[in-house]
């Protein structure tokens, strides 16, 4: 393949899927801005103008993919109206001559998505809510991810932290219910705070101790500091980052995985936001290798404005397919990484066998 028609079909590429992702990301903003008009009436348009500024760092990562998808089936119906892709077919060109380029630009693109994800979007997304709540009153969802969790579980101890946690990791408020053989209350002790001292080792301050007998009879005890082992604890167990996963760093994101998974925490939907933070942008370029497929059908004619049809049609079918995955697994229904990876593989399979059947690979009939 010529390095020239290389570098003109990439940058054609790259020019209409930053001409499509603008115009994508506006109609986004500005529907978004009229739906919620109301709420911006009573305040200054610098604090409007700044909410937007962070939705619009978040509306470009979550609209990435679907303007690499219109961009691809774009850029081919520009060269066939232009009878450029006749042009190279008859200089010997393939379908790679198109594809390659296009693919290469794409996966470029959604290597800087992932980096674009890490460095900004998570940042701009946990600023949205906090602007929401406290500048506009608006919570939404913002009490499920960002209230403390209460109730941990480890091994034969369960633990209730009504108050807030301290930077040191000293937990203020707490009740530790001790469990015997058979899921019987073995004591509950109530306690000022509770202060890790280094491995499994935990120390209770202002405790009031109550134990339980098997027969049902209890006493009580008082204890300035209540010394006691967790097993399978550490330092970091009760140390739980409140927030959306999607808005977390990959390093938090493992972190957490494994923290909550000792104090018995659902992780399913951390686990699908490690996987999506590679898998997403990826999508797109699986998208645009389908876009492609379908733009260079042989009875197709290179019109812009089918291959944009396509485009939002297929477009529209992931993200309902991504919202239905993304509620299976929350109920425990199919893997994280399935709900990740399952759409990208079915976009190759699919973009590669409307191209099989559209070169008579897959069709007995032009076989014979």
């Known amino acids: ?144 991810f960002y209230f403390p969790k209460q109730w941990f579980r480890v091994g034969d101890h369960i633990v209730h932290v009504r108050g807030a946690t301290e930077d040191s990791g000293r937990l203020r408020d707490v009740t530790l219910y001790r469990l015997r053989n058979g899921f019987q209350l073995d004591a509950r002790i109530d306690a000022d705070a509770l202060e890790s001292r280094g491995g499994e080792a935990w120390v209770l301050f202002g405790a009031r101790v109550r134990r339980f007998e098997a027969d049902g009879s209890s006493a009580l005890s008082l204890s300035p500091e209540y010394a006691f082992t967790m097993p399978g604890s550490d330092a970091r167990t009760f140390r739980i980052r409140q927030g959306r996963p999607e808005q977390m760093p990959l390093a938090d994101l493992q972190a957490q995985q494994v923290i909550r998974a000792r104090v018995g925490l659902p992780v399913e939907r951390f686990s699908l936001a490690m996987h999506n933070r590679f898998a997403y942008p990826l999508l797109g370029v699986a998208a645009a290798l389908l876009a492609m497929s379908l733009a260079l059908r042989p009875a197709r004619r290179g019109h812009l404005t089918l291959a944009l049809i396509e485009g939002l049609l297929v477009s529209l079918a992931l993200f309902t397919f991504m919202l239905m995955a993304k509620a299976l697994v929350l109920g425990e229904r199919i893997s994280p990484a399935a709900a990740a990876w399952t759409p990208i593989v079915g976009l190759v399979v699919l973009g590669f066998g409307l191209w099989g059947w559209a070169e008579g690979q897959l069709r007995p009939s032009a076989r014979r």
């Open 1 to 144: 393949m010529s390095a020239t028609l290389f570098r003109l079909i990439a940058r054609m590429y790259l020019g209409v899927f930053a001409l499509a992702l603008v115009g994508v990301v506006l109609i986004y903003l500005v529907a978004d801005f009229g739906d919620r008009l109301n709420v911006f009436l009573n305040h200054p348009v610098a604090h409007v103008a700044e909410l937007y500024w962070y939705k619009a760092l978040m509306t470009t990562h979550q609209l990435a993919p679907a303007a690499m998808l219109l961009a691809a089936g774009a850029t081919v119906s520009v060269l066939r109206k232009r009878a450029e892709w006749t042009a190279i077919q008859a200089l010997g060109g393939s379908r790679w001559t198109v594809v390659t380029p296009v693919l290469v630009t794409a996966l470029a693109v959604a290597g800087c998505l992932i980096v674009f994800d890490e460095l900004v979007v998570t940042r701009a997304g946990e600023k949205v809510d906090v602007l929401m709540v406290h500048r506009f009153g608006r919570w939404g969802d913002y009490g499920f």
